[in-house]
C-alpha cells in the first residue's frame, strides 16, 4: 500500500510574516492527518519553515537545488546544506525550471544524483505542453523525460523517489487534467517502468499537479495511480491546503 503524499509547492512566495500565519495555521490543523505533507517554501525561508513545523507531521522540502556538490558557485545552494536546514525533499525538474530557466535534461538528472547523495528524496517532474497534448504527444514526452533519468540511474535508482506528472496547461491556470486523463498517464508511466521491475514500479509514489483544490482533490486522489498531489496555488491558503490534505486520507 502506497502511503499518499502531499506536497505544497509556495513557488516565489512569502514573508515572515505570511509564513508565520500560515504554519501556524498549518501547525493547528495538521494533528490527525493521515497521509505524508510537506511545504516547500523559497530558500530563505526553508529554516523559519523547519522551526515552526519541528515536532509536527508536516516536514519541509526544498523547490530547487543546485547539481554541483560545493564551490565556487554564485547564488547555488547545494544539497548538503538543504539536509543540514531539515529538508527532506526536494523538487526536481519542474516545468517552470525547465522552460523558464532552460534547465535541460542532462542537469536535471545530476540534481537528482545530487539529492541522492545527500539523502533527500527527489521528487522528479514530468509533463506535457498543451501544444504536445493536442498533438497526442503526452506519453511520449513523459516517457523521453523518464528515460533521461533512468538511463542514468536505472528503475533502481527511483527506489524511495516520487514522481511528479504535472501537464504544463493546468499549472496555474484552473484548468486540472480531469482524474481519468491524470490516471491515463499515472499508469502509463508506471506500466513503463513495471516492464523494468515490478517491485519499483507498485512501490514508487506518483503525484498529480495543476490546480488541484480542495474541491477536485479527491476524485483525483481515488484514482488507483495518484498517490497525492503537488499543490502550487492552493497552498498558500492554510484551509484549502488542510482540505486537499484530508482529501488524501
Ligand atoms: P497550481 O496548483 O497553482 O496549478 O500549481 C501546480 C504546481 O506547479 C505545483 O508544483
Redesign the pocket.
Known amino acids: 500500500m502506497r502511503r499518499k503524499i502531499v506536497a505544497g509547492?509556495w513557488?516565489m512566495h512569502g514573508s515572515n510574516a505570511q509564513n508565520r500565519d500560515l504554519l501556524s495555521a498549518l501547525r493547528a490543523g495538521s494533528v490527525s492527518l493521515g497521509c505524508e505533507v510537506l511545504v516547500c517554501p523559497p530558500y530563505p525561508y526553508l529554516a523559519q519553515v523547519a522551526d515552526a513545523l519541528e515536532g509536527t507531521a508536516i516536514v519541509c522540502g526544498a523547490q530547487n537545488l543546485s547539481q554541483h556538490l560545493e564551490g565556487a558557485f554564485t547564488g547555488e545552494v547545494s544539497a548538503a546544506m538543504l539536509a543540514d536546514l531539515g529538508c527532506r525533499y526536494v523538487?526536481i525538474g519542474?516545468?517552470?525550471r525547465r522552460t523558464l530557466f532552460g534547465e535541460s535534461d542532462a542537469v536535471l538528472v545530476a540534481k537528482f544524483v545530487a539529492a541522492r547523495q545527500a539523502g533527500l528524496c527527489p521528487i522528479f517532474?514530468l509533463g506535457e505542453s498543451l501544444a504536445q497534448r493536442q498533438a497526442g504527444k503526452t506519453l511520449e514526452v513523459v516517457f523521453e523525460q523518464l528515460n533521461s533519468l533512468l538511463q542514468v540511474v536505472g528503475v533502481e535508482g527511483l527506489v524511495d523517489a516520487v514522481l511528479?506528472y504535472?501537464p504544463v496547461w493546468?499549472?496555474?491556470?484552473g484548468l486540472s487534467a480531469t482524474p481519468e486523463e491524470a490516471q491515463e498517464v499515472h499508469a502509463a508511466l508506471r506500466g513503463m517502468l513495471s516492464a523494468l521491475d515490478v517491485d519499483v514500479a507498485a512501490a514508487l509514489r506518483i503525484l498529480y499537479?495543476?490546480?488541484?483544490k480542495a474541491g477536485n482533490a479527491q476524485e483525483l486522489f481515488v484514482q488507483p495511480d495518484i498517490d497525492g498531489g503537488?499543490?502550487?496555488?492552493?497552498?498558500l491558503v492554510a484551509q484549502d491546503f488542510l482540505a486537499i490534505c484530508r482529501a488524501a486520507n
Open positions: 509547492n513557488k523538487i519542474h516545468s517552470e517532474c511528479a504535472e493546468a499549472i496555474g491556470t499537479g495543476g490546480s488541484v503537488l499543490i502550487g496555488g492552493a497552498s
